[in-house]
C-alpha cells in the first residue's frame, strides 16, 4: 500500500508532525511505502496564483498513491491556513481517497474541528476517512516527545487500522 502522509503545519515546533512522523513510524513497520510530504518545504501560493514547483509535485503525488494521512493543527476553530492553500491547490486528483486525520490542538474544545476537513475532503473529492481521529493537545507532550499513554494507543490503533482497511480497499 503506498500511503502519503501529509504534514501540513508550518510551526517549526510543530506537534501534528510528530503525530505523523509517529504514525509513519506504525505504517512503515506494516510494510506500507510511505511518501512524506513536510509543508514547511513546500513555497505555498494561494489558489489564483501560479503554484510553485514543489505544489505541482504534491499534485501529482497525490494523485499516484493510494491513500493519504492529514496531519493539521487546529487555527481559530478551523483547519490551519496552509492546509487550506495544499487542500485547493493540490488535491484536484484525491477523488475518491481513502483518508485519515491527525490532529494537533491548544485544547481539548476544539475536537469537533476535524470535522471541518472531513467536510472538505468528502463534499469535494468524495473521499472516504477512516473513522477515527488522532487527537492531541499540548499536556500530550513534553517538548518533542509524546508522553501520553493514551495518544499513543490511539496512535497505534490509527494506524492498524488504516493499515488494514486501506489494504481491503484495494483489493
Ligand atoms: C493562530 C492560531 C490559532 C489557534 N487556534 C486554536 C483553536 O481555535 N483551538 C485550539 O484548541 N487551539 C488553537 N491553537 C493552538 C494550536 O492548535 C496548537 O498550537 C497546535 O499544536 C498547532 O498544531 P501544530 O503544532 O502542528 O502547528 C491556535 C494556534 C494558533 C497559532
Known amino acids: 500500500m503506498n500511503t502519503l502522509i501529509l504534514s501540513s503545519s508550518l510551526s517549526e515546533n ?44 504534491l499534485s501529482e503525488q497525490i494523485e499516484k498513491v493510494d491513500n493519504i494521512i492529514i496531519g493539521m493543527g487546529v487555527h481559530c476553530y478551523s483547519i490551519n491556513d496552509s492546509l487550506k492553500v495544499l487542500l485547493e491547490g493540490c488535491f484536484g486528483k484525491a477523488t475518491g481517497k481513502f483518508f485519515g486525520i491527525l490532529c494537533a490542538a491548544g485544547g481539548e474544545r476544539s475536537y469537533l474541528v476535524t470535522q471541518h476537513l472531513t467536510q472538505i475532503c468528502m463534499n469535494e473529492w468524495r473521499m472516504m476517512q477512516l473513522p477515527r481521529v488522532v487527537y492531541a493537545t499540548g499536556k500530550d507532550f513534553t517538548e518533542d516527545t509524546i508522553t501520553s499513554k493514551e495518544v499513543l494507543e490511539r496512535i497505534e490503533l490509527f494506524s492498524e487500522e488504516f493499515h488494514t482497511i486501506g489494504n481491503k480497499l484495494l483489493a
Not at 509517529?22 to 513536510?38: H, M, P, R, W, Y
Not at 514547511?40 to 489564483?48: A, L, N, S, T
Open 14 to 57: 510543530s506537534r501534528s508532525y510528530l503525530l505523523c512522523k509517529a504514525v509513519e513510524q506504525e505504517l512503515v513497520s506494516k510494510g506500507n511505502n510511505i511518501t512524506f510530504v513536510d509543508a514547511k518545504e513546500i513555497p505555498m501560493q494561494p489558489f489564483h496564483r501560479e503554484k510553485s514547483d514543489q505544489m505541482k509535485a
